[in-house]
């Protein structure tokens, strides 16, 4: 049986755990707990060490999705986390502004510690107050080349988009090193 | 009991603040990294300071403030020979080179300005000494300690501000291809000049950092600044390897390195999420 995994970053309550939970055939492990911050109390719970799910792909090949811890004081685990990966969402709240430094330092920080490929998802785009995705674009200096979804984490068919547009970057990328080799 | 610890515990600005509403007099020995500081107050107020073994005589301050030429400096040093920093200071009062005023600001300017430094320290241990005086011979100065933090406050800030916008120094710059500003109507920086004749992708800017002696403050401020102007952009270093982890901390298998292999191996994983 061979396994391999995808990682799903971002800031806190970017919806990470919503979107790993959206696709998963297992009930996410999730290591969340009780808020204790008063400043980060716009949620009950978090995610402290990782999220698991899986995709039993066929007999022999199993997809991990782990979800990073959002905040920035768990961020020794990232590295541990993007070991081996295929490839990485970036997930961003659409509706938090104030988040999108901090989603740039994470998507900088995973492309130093992986050169593999990866999307942005603007999650939150139901709702009222979500920016454009084209503003979040530009407040997160975003490369033209890199791909930027819309995204409802809570979504199935969203979120199953987000993976299925990872994928077909991870195979451009694949076919680009074949022209290049 | 002697007040000792480490930054990362109690900072630098806790620090000032105890000395100047304790009145305190004595030394405060700074270690960081690589290197040393060592600030002399007296009844709360910063009264002398020096990085390490620099040369700290007020001729070597008044060279390294730019009030005076590096001829000057070696005539000047040559001919005080013997001469106290006070003598000194007499001397070029005397002479009508500096009047007592310029004297004593460029001293508090150049004191103030090895503290604000420490502030950028965010790691490092301290003792404050009270036994430890600086030399008689050297020329004190009295600052309030209250400006001192409010700008260390300030430039806190802006290093934590700078290293959130370039998280890493081990990344190389290369010049964008089309300069978003008019190039004609930029001004640099001698420091610019110096990081901008460096730029390219094989050079990482901790290297740039160190071939110019500049601290990891100063670097990410003259990146952070070429960066505004669009002159340059943040890539990875060519020819240089990307950290090696510690395989097995994750029961993840290695991706195949047959590009077939992989490529069949992710069009199995399109298959499946469609049907999901």
Redesign the interface.
């Known amino acids: 049986m ?4 995808m990682v799903v970053t971002g800031p806190f309550n970017a919806g990470k755990t919503e979107f790993i939970r959206s ?1 998963s055939e297992i009930d996410v492990v999730s290591t969340e707990r009780r808020i204790s911050s008063e400043a980060e109390k716009i949620k009950n719970t978090t995610t402290v060490a990782m999220d698991f799910g899986r ?4 007999k022999q ?1 199993v ?2 999705l ?1 979800g990073t811890p959002g905040q920035k004081r768990f961020d020794f685990m990232w ?8 490839g990485f969402v970036v997930m961003v709240d659409s509706t938090r502004p104030e988040s999108f ?2 989603a740039r ?1 994470i998507l ?2 995973f ?5 593999t490929p990866y999307i942005v998802a603007a999650n939150k785009q139901d709702r009222e107050e979500a920016w454009e995705i084209n503003d979040i674009r530009i407040a997160l200096r975003l490369d033209p080349n890199i791909k930027m979804l819309n995204c409802i984490a809570t979504q ?1 068919e969203s979120v ?1 988009s987000i ?2 547009e990872l ?2 970057t ?2 451009m990328e ?2 680009r ?2 022209t290049y ?1 | 009991m002697t007040l000792k610890g480490n930054l990362n515990d109690f900072s630098l600005s806790q620090l000032l603040n105890l000395i100047s509403l304790a009145n305190k007099t004595g030394t405060l020995v700074v270690e960081g990294q690589s290197e040393a500081a060592r600030v002399f107050f007296r009844e709360g107020k910063l009264a002398y300071a020096q990085f390490g073994q620099e040369d700290n005589s007020l001729v070597g301050i008044l060279h390294k403030t730019n009030r005076i030429s590096a001829a000057q400096y070696r005539g000047i040093k040559e001919k005080s020979e013997g001469l106290s920093d006070k003598e000194l200071g007499l001397m070029l009062i005397n002479a009508n080179y500096f009047s007592q005023q310029d004297i004593f600001s460029c001293l508090q300017g150049y004191f103030t300005e090895v503290v604000n430094k420490l502030f950028t320290w965010m790691e490092g241990f301290f003792h404050f000494e009270t036994n430890l005086t600086p030399p008689n011979d050297m020329i004190m100065v009295k600052v309030s300690l209250e400006n001192i933090i409010l700008e260390g406050s300030r430039r806190i800030k802006e290093t934590e501000y700078l290293k ?1 916008e370039i ?2 120094l ?2 190389a710059l290369k010049f964008v291809d089309r300069p978003g500003s008019n190039l004609r109507n930029i001004n640099l920086s001698k420091q610019e000049w110096k990081v901008i004749s460096v730029v390219n992708p094989k050079n990482t800017m901790r290297q740039i950092a160190d071939a110019h002696h500049l601290s990891d403050l100063e670097i990410r401020r003259i990146v952070f600044s070429l960066l505004q102007a669009g002159l340059i952009e ?1 890539v ?1 270093p060519i020819g240089r390897h ?2 090696v ?1 510690s ?1 097995g ?7 195949p390195v047959n ?1 077939e292999e ?2 069949s ?6 298959s ?3 049907s ?1």
């Open positions: 061979q396994t391999v995994k696709v995709i039993t792909v066929d090949l997809l991990y782990f590295e541990i986390l993007s070991e081996g990966m295929l430094r901090e330092h900088e920080t492309r130093a510690y992986a050169p199935k199953k993976l299925l994928l077909y991870i195979l694949i076919e090193q074949k080799s | 959130d998280p890493s081990e990344m943040i990875r990307l950290p982890h395989p901390s994750l029961p993840i298998d290695q991706v590009k992989r490529k191996l992710i069009h199995r994983i399109i499946r999420i469609r999901l």
